[in-house]
């Protein structure tokens, strides 16, 4: 059982190398951070520091090389490829693009976040799932398809998928990047009201200067070690 | 209560839907498992109709054992063995009935065209039982009179449009073997392998139609015994009071033996488990490619699933329900192709190709094991799948 009372996230001395002899970079220089339940931390810095690398290494999509990782009190250094997938349930993860399911209409995307939840059935998962929908401002939109959604609805979407799954931490890279600054907006505004309403952190990494102000936290990076901020 | 359950647990269906949303992708992998479905039904249909057809006589022969001459080697090749062995059998206890039976190939002239061809003749007492068809003894009271011949109505277009004539009235008469018939009657049995057409008449008429066959010597003893005695038991007894210039087997060991030689001594069975073979050689590439395709195509999707949390098994299923799918998909129109067709082989050359249910679940098995085999290799793509690479 994960303590309720153990921080989100916790990082300390993490390093992280690519390529192998001669071509291996250090990425990741002795990262140390934290993060609390229900808070909002965003990340930025120049584009090759690191910060995706980082967002996939808390996402137990990687394997941790040196250093500790504990994601809900949980420790991925050395963890199992077992341990690392379960607890990506409960990780939600906004991309960059949408990366919906082409094959599946709105309702049903938000529907494969909402399927891992294993102890509510299939109406009650249905239900959430247009629950979602409609908390992202989706209701007249259920039935599409996501070729047939604009950039905001898709990224819309996407949010509610990650948040079916009732994940007590959600990462998002760069999700605005593909927006227009006033859809941006809007949607990192819904994204941090409902990620706040399930108590769920949010480690946001973005190069947008115009949403800054919703976080909590700001943390900055660069040359993969992370800058202090005034 | 359970199916309650998985009502409450089901989920997406991911691999239905990842299909048919590509409804080009679908009609090619449904035309290909069909075809290749159709291929397999027909090769084994064929193969199997040629033995069928080569026993088509012989089982409807009103008997429980057989006498053969142990040179015979199958109906286009039957040797003669002395009439008295037939008359010897009758001394067993349990042997109750005894038919002898001339087999012998005569030319047939077509009345309408006058052309010849080589049609099987059977030549019988009369007097005596020889098919099971109840209809048969009135048909056979013609054959008394000499030069009467029972022409079979199945036998190929190229004997001459006698059923027809005769259903019409018409008095049909030709030539076999050089001398002038009677077509007196119509039976059914159906061209095999080995015979285009059959004729039946008496033994009298036989003998007269092909003088070179000895007076005495028969190809076929049909020897019928009491109701619920042990046949196998007689056969034994039989083999081992009459000389070895006989054979005695039962009934439905003939039907066999006949069958065994299509099958080993020629290369009918070779030719077409071939064919089966390719159909399903070219259906397992097929289903492969579309899997392939389909997996690398949603490589990124599988890799967000993953990323959310589904496991590798869970996709795996994904791709094996597709090839399941798949699978119920193509067969089906396979299936009825092939009944389909196997009406036109049997409207077309009057062989027996029949829907048989072994043959169909066969089929099934193999369009499954074809497509659920091509779903495992396919799989091999999804370990491409990096969650890591889609951020």
């Known amino acids: ?230 | 209560m359970k199916l309650a359950n998985i009502l409450k647990k089901r989920k997406i269906p991911l691999a239905w839907l990842l299909l048919t949303r590509q409804p080009l992708r679908i009609l090619v992998a449904i035309a290909g498992i069909s075809f290749a479905g159709i291929l397999m039904f027909m090769q084994l249909g064929f193969r199997d109709g040629l033995f069928d057809a080569s026993v088509t006589v012989h089982k409807l022969f009103n008997a429980d054992l057989v006498l053969i001459s142990p040179r015979s080697k199958s109906s286009i090749s039957m040797s003669g063995f002395p009439r008295r062995r037939l008359v010897q059998a009758m001394a067993h206890k349990d042997v109750i009935g005894t038919t002898a039976v001339n087999w012998n190939f005569l030319l047939w002239r077509n009345p309408k065209n006058l052309s010849t061809r080589s049609i099987l003749a059977l030549g019988f007492e009369p007097s005596k039982p020889l098919l099971l068809d109840a209809n048969f003894e009135r048909k056979a009271e013609t054959l008394k009179n000499k030069g009467r011949v029972l022409f079979d109505d199945l036998s190929r277009d190229e004997f001459g449009p006698i059923a027809n004539w005769f259903k019409s009235g018409r008095l049909v008469e030709t030539e076999v073997g050089g001398k002038r018939v009677r077509v007196s009657g119509i039976v059914s049995l159906g061209p095999s392998f080995g015979a285009d057409g059959n004729l039946i008449t008496s033994r009298e008429t036989f003998l007269d139609l092909s003088p070179g066959n000895p007076q005495g010597s028969i190809e076929i003893g049909l020897v019928r015994v009491k109701k619920g005695s042990d046949i196998e038991n007689v056969v034994r007894s039989l083999n081992l009071s009459l000389p070895s210039d006989v054979k005695v087997m039962s009934l439905k060991s003939f039907i066999e033996f006949e069958k065994n030689y299509w099958k080993s001594s020629t290369s009918i069975g070779f030719i077409f488990t071939l064919g089966a073979a390719m159909g399903f050689i070219v259906g397992c590439v097929i289903v492969y490619q579309i899997l392939y395709s389909d997996v690398s195509d949603h490589l990124p999707e599988y890799a967000t699933l993953m990323a959310m949390g589904y496991n590798l098994k869970s996709l795996l299923g994904v791709v094996a329900r597709e090839g399941f799918i798949l699978s119920i998909m193509g067969y089906v129109p396979a299936y009825l192709s092939g009944q389909l067709l196997y009406a036109l082989v049997r409207s077309s050359t009057k062989l027996p190709v029949e829907m048989s249910i072994t043959r169909a679940s066969i089929i099934f098995f193999l369009i499954l094991f074809m497509c659920m085999g091509s779903a495992l290799v396919a799989m091999k793509k999804l370990a491409d799948a990096d969650p890591a690479e889609i951020f």
């Open chain 1, 1 to 230: 059982m994960i303590n309720s009372c153990t921080k989100t996230l916790e990082i300390s001395s993490l390093n992280h190398w690519y390529g192998q002899g001669e071509m291996r970079r250090h990425v990741l220089r002795s990262i140390s951070m934290q993060i609390s339940p229900g808070e909002v931390v965003l990340l930025t810095g120049p584009s090759g520091c690191g910060k995706t690398t980082l967002l996939t290494l808390i996402g137990a999509l990687r394997k941790v090389q040196n250093g500790d990782v504990r994601v809900f009190g949980k420790q991925l250094y050395g963890a199992c490829r077992k341990t690392r997938q379960n607890l990506r349930k409960n990780i939600g993860m906004i991309f960059q693009g949408h990366n919906l399911l082409r094959c599946l209409s709105a309702e049903q995307n938000v529907q494969m976040g909402a399927d891992l939840l294993n102890d509510f059935s299939y109406k009650a998962r249905r239900a959430q799932s247009r629950e979602w929908l409609r908390a992202v401002g989706l209701e007249d939109h259920m039935s599409k398809l996501p070729q047939d959604l604009s950039g905001g609805q898709k990224q819309r979407v996407a949010i509610a998928r990650a948040l079916a799954a009732k994940p007590r931490l959600l990462l998002a890279d760069e999700p605005t990047s593909a927006l227009d600054s006033s859809t941006g907006r809007e949607i990192v505004d819904l994204l941090k009201k409902l990620a706040l309403e399930q108590a769920c952190s949010v480690l946001m990494v973005t190069h947008d200067p115009r949403i800054l102000d919703v976080a909590d936290r700001l943390l900055q990076m660069e040359d993969g070690q992370l800058v202090p901020t005034v």
